[in-house]
């Protein structure tokens, strides 16, 4: 849907941004799913001798590795290789990768680019000039010719190594990140974990954000090229705020699928528990580690001589087990594995900052906490933990298992997160039921849990399955304000500056939104800014009110680029700017905010800032008017768009109107389902005060 310059390269590549290739549909592409065989070339650099170390490298690489061998590629796997090493590697692709089949390399580690050219770091790099770098680094063209040569039929490129430039006071090293990079001959597809120029962060936990969901989106069966790493640049940029979005160069024709489906159905356990859940992540490794693992932890299980059988096959295999570093402050005997890789941001009861969903290395994760709880049976904060983790990959059955138990012992993130799931549903699992919702919800919000809390209080605000209650909702508004929750805070101010539930107080509401904008509530600084900028509640400051909305949108808000759209669309306090008011109208709308797709299809329909497509205007109508069916015939974004749906269907032929909308509802099944719980409880990063100015997303000053 929406354009990145930083993100494509070319036309194919526009489906995994968002927008809907318009006449480059995927029924266009050959049906193979495999191209033949798989062959990986993976390499982790971390231990240097003299640039600075990288923690993650080496565990990503073992990761990546472990994930591709499950999935049929034979993977040639190295760890803190040196110049020669990566030279030796390189010359050997042409015996490795398979005529006609599928060669794939990742590399983790320190990456820099000079004049536009990237090299990648090997172990043993010592750098006086940049000559120096030509000559002991790796050039990664150089790399992907090699590969291209090989006389397979794609080329997969990951490169997760642009975290920082360890070499940056060596004249003409300077340069941030990596370069772009475009294919060299056949079909090709190049993967950067930032975009061009920017730096990737390496990570607190065992594996850096773009590895760990990377690792994640290759786990489930189906999952086509495209689609993994369309779920990963989303994933890592809700998970950063936006301040690493992955990007992409694609020359691609045929589908590749990474992990095809079994022909037979896979089926649930017939009966559920702590060692079936193990063995079903663990059943398709070829890590001797995980089998020894198993067979220590739960010698019992009927699967015991299947496990021994299997670490008999792979005796001799090195292991791939990660590392994972245990924060400061804390010991071993303080905190655990799983909680370290898994915490919830919103459990009140975590022991770490928490890990956001999109980035969870869910294959890591289930792993440590199914041998953690072996040691704890009816520990219900490891049974949640558990239970999240199958959730993140879809694993719904069991996770309502292990959410039921923590439930029974008590544990609030697991009873309100069953209240959430009787809300909504959850897949095949759970059916939305109201009143089972509350119940949950009651006994979470009555255990101090502040996402209860906030639920609750929507329920009595809006009398969804109890009697509509303003000041019933303040209530428990007030109560997860007082946990300091920045989306309490939020809506607290929200009622204060509406008067619902309490008198109307317009500088309580200031005060509140301050105070939640402080702890990084991206509405909340959206909202203030917007009241600066009205004057009427308080005193008028535009620049104030200008600033705010720029930095909620720097942030990652969904609402706050629209209202700078408007800002340039109108002209009344910025200069009038149609393109402007397009590209900020493109990035709220790319967010799913139902409202900037409205605008950005009558800007579609009418020209203004961008040349006319119909197409995409009817895309955009449609998209509104889906997202906005659940709030009600009476909602204006609802009547609107239908109304310029139904009017702008006269543009196009029966065919064009089908074709756009299969385009439409593939992309909100990609973008939008999956993140619309995460959209309401998200919180920034914090930083609230504009301590420098701030520009627009078309480098004018504001």
Request: aromatic residues 8%.
């Amino acid at each position: 849907m929406l354009k990145r310059r930083d993100f494509l390269a070319s036309t194919a590549a526009l489906a995994i941004a968002g927008r809907p290739s318009l006449g480059l549909t995927q029924d266009r592409y050959e049906p193979e799913a495999g191209y033949g065989p798989r062959a990986a070339l993976v390499i982790g650099n971390g231990a240097y001798d003299v640039a600075p170390q990288l923690d993650n490298p080496v565990n990503d690489a073992r990761a990546v590795t472990g994930v591709l061998r499950e999935i049929g590629f034979d993977v040639a796997h190295r760890e803190n290789a040196d110049f020669q090493d990566m030279r030796g590697e390189m010359a050997s692709l042409g015996s490795r990768f398979p005529q006609d089949g599928v060669g794939l390399i990742y590399y983790a580690g320190h990456g820099v680019q000079v004049d536009g050219v990237n090299y990648l770091l090997p172990r043993d790099i010592k750098l006086q000039t940049v000559a120096d770098l030509k000559e002991r680094a790796l050039n990664a063209t150089e790399l992907l010719n090699a590969a291209n040569r090989t006389g397979a039929a794609l080329t997969i490129l990951v490169l997760d190594a642009c975290r920082n430039n360890p070499f940056g006071d060596i004249a003409g090293a300077s340069g941030a990140g990596l370069a772009t990079m475009n294919q060299s001959q056949g079909e090709t597809f190049i993967a950067f974990a930032a975009a061009a120029g920017k730096l990737a962060f390496d990570g607190s936990g065992a594996n850096s954000p773009f590895t760990a969901s990377l690792v994640s989106a290759l786990d489930p069966p189906g999952q086509e090229l495209f689609d993994v790493f369309r779920n990963v640049r989303r994933g890592v940029r809700l998970a950063t705020g936006g301040k690493q979005i992955p990007f992409v160069n694609v020359s691609v024709e045929r589908r590749f699928v990474f992990r095809l489906a079994s022909a037979e159905p896979v089926r649930e356990p017939e009966v559920l528990s702590n060692d079936e859940t193990y063995w079903r992540t663990i059943r398709e490794s070829h890590d001797p580690d995980d089998f020894k693992s198993f067979t220590k932890t739960y010698p019992d299980s009927p699967h015991v001589a299947e496990a021994s059988q299997r670490l008999q096959t792979l005796e001799g295999q090195p292991s791939l087990r990660q590392t994972v570093p245990i924060p400061a402050g804390k010991t071993a005997s303080q905190i655990t594995r799983c909680e370290i890789e898994v915490d919830d941001p919103s459990d009140p009861d975590r022991a770490t900052d928490g890990v956001h969903p999109a980035i969870v290395n869910t294959r890591l994760a289930i792993r440590l906490c199914s041998e953690a709880l072996a040691e704890d049976l009816e520990n219900p904060k490891l049974q949640y933990l558990l239970g999240r983790g199958l959730d993140i990959t879809r694993r719904l059955e069991e996770a309502k298992f292990f959410f039921e138990r923590a439930a029974d012992g008590g544990y609030s993130a697991a009873i309100t997160t069953l209240g959430i799931w009787y809300w909504r549903g959850r897949g095949d699992v759970v059916v939305p039921d109201l009143d089972k919702s509350v119940s949950f919800l009651q006994r979470g919000a009555k255990l101090g849990n502040p996402v209860a809390q906030i639920v609750l209080g929507n329920f009595y605000q809006r009398g969804l399955s109890v009697p509509e209650s303003q000041e019933r909702a303040v209530f428990w508004y007030e109560k997860a304000a007082a946990a300091k929750y920045p989306a309490a805070l939020d809506r607290l101010a929200a009622m204060y500056r509406k008067g619902l539930g309490v008198p109307a107080d317009a500088v309580r509401a200031a005060e509140l939104y301050r105070e939640a904008g402080e702890l990084g509530n991206t509405n909340a600084i959206a909202t203030l800014g917007r009241m600066y900028l009205d004057g009427k509640e308080i005193p008028r400051d535009e620049d104030r009110g200008i600033a705010l909305l720029q930095q909620s949108t720097d942030l990652n808000n969904i609402f706050a680029p629209f209202h700078l759209g408007r800002l340039y669309q109108r002209g009344t306090i910025v200069t009038k700017n149609p393109q402007c008011a397009f590209a900020y109208y493109q990035l709220s709308a790319e967010r799913g905010f139902a409202q900037a797709m409205v605008a950005l299809g009558q800007m579609y329909e009418a020209g203004e800032g961008t040349p006319q497509d119909l197409e995409q205007a009817y895309f955009q109508y449609y998209v509104a008017k889906e997202l906005a069916i659940d709030r009600g015939p009476t909602d204006t974004v609802l009547r609107d768009a239908t109304s310029f749906l139904n009017a702008s269907a006269a543009n196009l032929t029966g065919a064009q109107r089908d074709r756009v909308e299969a385009e439409a509802d593939g992309w909100i099944e990609m973008n939008i389902k999956k993140v619309e719980i995460a959209r309401t409880f998200r919180t920034a990063v914090p930083g609230f005060v504009p301590t420098a100015p701030h520009h627009s997303l078309c480098g004018q000053p504001l």
